[in-house]
């Protein structure tokens, strides 16, 4: 990596301030004995960074001393161990590839993305610190597909999320953990990146239920679930899939027009509250709501039918983040190829991209934003390649290595757009 006369070089992004977020070189220390130098090659990028930047020092990961001491931006990511520190030279090697989980704990709750000034996703090069290795947050995979590292963060969100889920049987006081074998399931406001995993993983992972319902009221994010998983794909796997435009309609009815019953099982992807409420009233008997969106209003609240959670025993749960055996889950089960996580990818960009799309993110109606560090390229969205591809050969080349792989992110694409874009001047 570069050095100058102050140390090692680094570019990173960093939150100075509420709404502050930059782009800049400075320099690293030297890593201590217990400690790692990680070349970050895949970072993406999710609505969490954007809630630490729109709160500052008022969100509460984001330390006081931002003004003085900015910290870098994004915590889900992937690289390569540049340096490794001598006390850990038993365990880790120069070379390795690895991702990082960023969820750390108690009791500072501190993690990468929020709260360290030399430790997060959306650098060049960024050191590891000792809390971290202890924690067990490197993980080491020889998949190759870096992408996969950096998505492992969101899926592990996600299969934690099915597996908090629970349900019962009467005066049996041991909760069954996870969906609901052969459960219907129903996914409420699904249409964004982290529908789009949990429908991968319910549709290819271990559980099996015979219902999903996909529900969103965009027009176009519900085209692309369609032609991310056909119908008759799950129906040869023994599931019913529908796809559901609940716009400027009852969705309840509607969804109980197809499982008058209810839902074993549902999880909700945007903080809106008519929207949590559609999810309590869908509930089935013992059937469990997970709310996964994070709002950022701590005063967010919906109304739930206490009655049915007494009577029929329906239950209400949230969870934030994923354990290091979920992330463990996603990179096995990525690198056999039984999910894909890449297709929750819309867009790829360079480090430069990270500020204007950080702040761009309440509205951004894509999937996920895969940066890239080491490269120069503007945030582009794959459906843009081949269009681009007229006026540079580089993208026609992006263009045809999706094409190949349903217009989805993948492991040749990354490989090229890293030799292709590379920012040889900055690496």
């Known amino acids: 990596m570069p050095t100058s006369d102050h140390g090692r070089l680094t570019r990173a ?18 890593i201590g004995p217990d400690e ?9 990028m999710c609505l969490s960074t954007y809630k630490a930047m729109s709160l500052g020092s008022e969100h509460k990961r984001v330390p006081d001393t931002i003004s003085t001491d900015p910290v870098i931006t994004g915590h889900e ?15 880790f090697t120069v070379g390795q590839s690895v991702a990082i989980l960023p969820t750390m704990g108690l009791p500072s709750g501190w993690s990468p993305g929020y709260s360290y000034p030399h430790f997060g996703g959306d650098a060049t090069y960024c050191i590891v610190p000792a809390i971290a290795v202890e924690k067990g947050c490197v993980l080491p995979y020889d998949d190759g597909y870096y992408a996969n590292g950096s998505l492992a963060e969101p899926m592990s969100c996600i299969i934690g999320a099915f597996r908090s889920n629970y349900h019962t049987e009467p005066l049996v006081w041991e909760h069954q953990m996870g969906l609901r074998p052969g459960g219907r399931l129903a996914l409420l406001g699904s249409g964004g990146a982290m529908g789009i995993g949990a429908l991968d993983y319910a549709l290819n992972g271990p559980f099996t239920p015979s219902l999903i319902v996909a529900v969103d009221v965009d027009p176009e994010r519900l085209d692309r679930l369609r ?35 209810g839902f074993d099982d549902v999880v909700v992807f945007a903080a809106i509250t008519q929207l949590v409420e559609a999810g309590d009233a869908i509930l089935a008997h013992d059937g469990c709501l997970n709310f996964f969106a994070g709002p950022t209003d701590r005063e967010f609240s919906a109304s739930l039918n206490l009655y049915n959670i007494h009577y029929e025993s329906t239950h209400l749960v949230g969870t934030s983040g994923g354990s290091r055996s979920d992330m463990e889950e996603s990179l096995e089960l990525s690198a056999s190829g039984a999910i894909n996580p890449s297709r929750m990818v819309t867009h790829v960009g360079g480090l430069d991209a990270v500020p204007d799309a950080l702040s761009d993110l309440p509205t951004f109606t894509g999937g996920k934003i895969l940066i890239y560090p080491h490269i120069d390229m503007d945030l582009t969205a794959i459906a843009d390649f081949d269009e681009l591809g007229r006026h540079d ?17 993948n492991h040749a694409a990354e490989d090229y757009v890293l030799r292709a874009f590379a920012a040889e001047a900055r690496t």
């Open 36 to 44: 790692l130098l990680l070349r970050v090659v895949s970072s993406s």
């Open 13 to 30: 992004a960093r939150i100075h301030g509420t709404h502050k977020v930059a782009v800049s070189e400075f320099g690293l220390p030297d």
């Open 77 to 91: 990511f992937a690289g390569v161990l540049e340096e490794v520190g001598d006390d850990l030279a038993d365990r």
């Open 227 to 261: 032609r991310l998983f056909p119908a008759e794909e799950a129906e040869r796997r023994g599931c019913r899939f529908e796809v559901v435009d609940a716009s400027g309609q009852d969705t309840v009815e509607l969804l109980r027009a197809i499982s008058p019953d």
């Open 393 to 409: 050969p580089r993208f026609e080349r992006l263009a045809r290595l999706c094409a190949d792989r349903d217009d989805i992110w």
